[in-house]
């Protein structure tokens, strides 16, 4: 803490490299370090500093995907670091406790810069109290779980173009927090995974290989109001999922991401990675293990947003490269929100790709998908929603505290490389 009472971190972007033993050191970009960067942790109701530091050659930024906060303070293409400079963005946590991310979203350039290793995670605490009840253990039986494919070239460094299917890279090595073939020692009969897709294009659908269920507890922006026992969660790039899983003594079972039908099209499906089955985290269980809790049957309170209060319904067609037609363009306002107003968006994707609709500032709620209401596990809040073909979601969301008519909110699909072709517009709230 600093003599304001404000909770102080220090990043610093730059250059490394790392043995994934893909034949010879990759040039990669990290945090602090070679590849990724520190987890960050704050506590509801803290005031927190961020002092970011360029050390690479080129313009970044860092932006905190999933928080609550001024547009002034967001990290996208409007506040970009230079080489050599610093930024400190600061601002009070003021959301529910949730597994959060950072990374680089400079104009154009996000892909390349998450790509090579610019990302880590913002774990956001509260007092609720089932937070006690949950494995919390940090890197013992509460783990944060980075998953990202890489594909490397014959000389072992990151290949970064274009896929033929347009959706970006994908990669036939999966990392773990930067790990090749990853492993946990488990010591306790619970593990809590915080499970981020930190992948530029892929869509994982997560099991376990041994088909046993496990307790799904949180989403993008918080707990769920109940757990939910399923053998299966989907994120596609830029999403969260917490799950608790049990585990016997002795025992061996894999994280797995199974083949699944994405809502695209034939021809997208073979470059979008939907067909793909990958290990992705073996947990391997001690002989004697420490007690866990029962998963709490209650896990948050959960106020579902009312559709009567929404002053404006919005519609958001996405397709190629376009949201409404359109590309991203740093001078155009796409939408202007009323503060402390709550509004109803509409995505409908109209083409085979796949594409992930990510919102700042805001964790909405999702009303219905298709018409029908959300499964459980779409319950609780989000801010990053995966798109099917003909099934429009609808979302709600409160525009609450922050105004600034001079600095706009990105939402932008969160394949990189659609973000970075165009595919994001910007909201302001006044
Ligand atoms: Cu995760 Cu606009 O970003
Ligand atoms: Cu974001
Ligand atoms: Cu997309």
Same mark, same amino acid.
């Given at each position: 803490?600093?003599?304001?009472?404000?909770?102080?971190?220090?990043?610093?972007?730059?250059?490394?490299?790392?043995?994934? &033993?893909?034949?010879?050191?990759?040039?990669?970009?990290?945090?602090?370090?070679?590849?990724?960067?520190?987890?960050?942790?704050?506590?509801?109701?803290?005031?927190?500093?961020?002092?970011?530091?360029?050390?690479?050659?080129?313009?970044?930024?860092?932006?905190?995907? *999933?928080?609550?906060?001024?547009?002034?303070?967001?990290?996208?293409?409007?506040?970009?670091?230079? #080489?050599?400079?610093?930024?400190?963005?600061?601002?009070?946590?003021?959301?529910?406790?949730?597994?959060?991310?950072?990374?680089?979203?400079?104009?154009?350039?996000?892909?390349?810069? +998450?790509?090579? &290793?610019?990302?880590?995670?913002?774990?956001?605490?509260?007092?609720?109290?089932?937070?006690?009840?949950?494995?919390?253990?940090?890197?013992?039986?509460?783990?944060?779980?980075?998953?990202?494919?890489?594909?490397?070239?014959? *000389?072992?460094?990151?290949?970064?173009?274009?896929?033929?299917?347009?959706? *970006?890279?994908?990669?036939?090595?999966?990392?773990?927090? /930067?790990?090749?073939?990853?492993?946990?020692?488990?010591?306790?009969?619970?593990?809590?995974?915080?499970?981020?897709? &930190?992948?530029?294009?892929?869509?994982?659908?997560?099991?376990?290989?041994?088909?046993?269920?496990?307790? $799904?507890? /949180?989403?993008?922006?918080?707990?769920? %109001?109940? #757990?939910?026992?399923?053998?299966? +969660?989907?994120?596609? #790039?830029?999403?969260?999922?917490?799950?608790?899983?049990?585990?016997?003594?002795?025992?061996?079972?894999?994280?797995?991401?199974?083949?699944?039908?994405?809502?695209?099209?034939?021809?997208?499906?073979?470059?979008?990675? /939907?067909?793909?089955?990958?290990? +992705?985290?073996?947990?391997?269980?001690?002989?004697?293990?420490?007690?866990?809790?029962?998963?709490?049957?209650?896990?948050?309170?959960?106020?579902?947003?009312?559709?009567?209060?929404?002053?404006?319904?919005?519609?958001?067609?996405?397709?190629?490269?376009?949201?409404?037609?359109?590309?991203?363009? $740093?001078?155009?306002?796409?939408?202007?929100?009323?503060?402390?107003?709550?509004?109803?968006?509409?995505?409908?994707?109209?083409? /085979?790709?796949?594409?992930? !609709?990510?919102?700042?500032?805001?964790?909405?709620?999702?009303?219905?998908?298709?018409?029908?209401? %959300?499964?459980?596990?779409? $319950?609780?809040?989000?801010?990053?929603?995966?798109?099917?073909?003909?099934?429009?979601?609808?979302?709600?969301?409160?525009? =609450?505290?922050?105004?600034? #008519?001079?600095?706009?909110?990105?939402?932008?699909?969160?394949?990189?490389?659609?973000?970075? =072709?165009?595919?994001? &517009?910007? !909201?302001?709230?006044?």
């Amino acid at each position: 803490l600093d003599e304001k009472g404000r909770r102080v971190f220090d990043l610093r972007a730059q250059e490394g490299s790392r043995d994934f &033993g893909a034949g010879g050191r990759t040039r990669t970009w990290g945090f602090n370090g070679d590849y990724l960067g520190p987890t960050l942790r704050a506590k509801r109701g803290e005031k927190v500093l961020v002092n970011v530091v360029n050390g690479l050659d080129e313009e970044t930024s860092v932006h905190w995907h *999933g928080m609550h906060l001024p547009a002034v303070m967001d990290g996208g293409p409007h506040q970009p670091v230079r #080489p050599g400079a610093t930024w400190s963005p600061t601002w009070t946590v003021d959301q529910p406790a949730a597994s959060l991310w950072y990374h680089p979203h400079p104009h154009g350039q996000t892909a390349k810069h +998450v790509y090579r &290793g610019l990302a880590g995670m913002f774990i956001v605490d509260d007092d609720n109290a089932s937070n006690a009840r949950l494995p919390n253990r940090y890197g013992v039986d509460d783990v944060p779980v980075i998953v990202q494919d890489r594909k490397f070239d014959g *000389g072992g460094q990151f290949e970064e173009g274009e896929s033929l299917g347009g959706v *970006g890279i994908l990669g036939d090595t999966i990392l773990v927090n /930067g790990t090749v073939a990853p492993y946990h020692d488990v010591r306790s009969e619970r593990v809590r995974l915080r499970l981020l897709n &930190g992948s530029n294009a892929r869509t994982y659908t997560f099991g376990m290989a041994d088909g046993r269920e496990f307790a $799904m507890i /949180g989403t993008d922006g918080g707990l769920l %109001p109940a #757990p939910v026992a399923t053998d299966r +969660v989907m994120l596609s #790039p830029g999403d969260r999922a917490e799950i608790v899983v049990a585990m016997r003594p002795g025992e061996r079972v894999t994280l797995r991401s199974f083949p699944e039908d994405q809502g695209t099209d034939f021809f997208n499906r073979r470059f979008t990675g /939907g067909g793909d089955t990958l290990d +992705v985290l073996e947990l391997r269980a001690a002989d004697d293990l420490d007690p866990s809790a029962d998963v709490p049957a209650k896990l948050a309170p959960f106020e579902p947003l009312d559709e009567a209060d929404a002053v404006e319904t919005r519609q958001f067609r996405l397709a190629g490269r376009s949201i409404n037609d359109q590309k991203m363009d $740093m001078n155009r306002i796409d939408a202007v929100v009323t503060k402390g107003t709550t509004e109803i968006w509409e995505l409908t994707k109209l083409d /085979g790709t796949p594409h992930s !609709f990510h919102v700042h500032d805001v964790q909405f709620q999702v009303l219905s998908v298709g018409g029908q209401p %959300p499964a459980p596990d779409l $319950m609780g809040w989000q801010d990053t929603v995966f798109l099917k073909q003909g099934s429009t979601v609808r979302i709600i969301a409160r525009f =609450a505290d922050y105004a600034d #008519p001079d600095m706009p909110y990105m939402f932008h699909c969160h394949l990189l490389t659609h973000e970075d =072709a165009g595919m994001m &517009g910007q !909201f302001v709230v006044v």
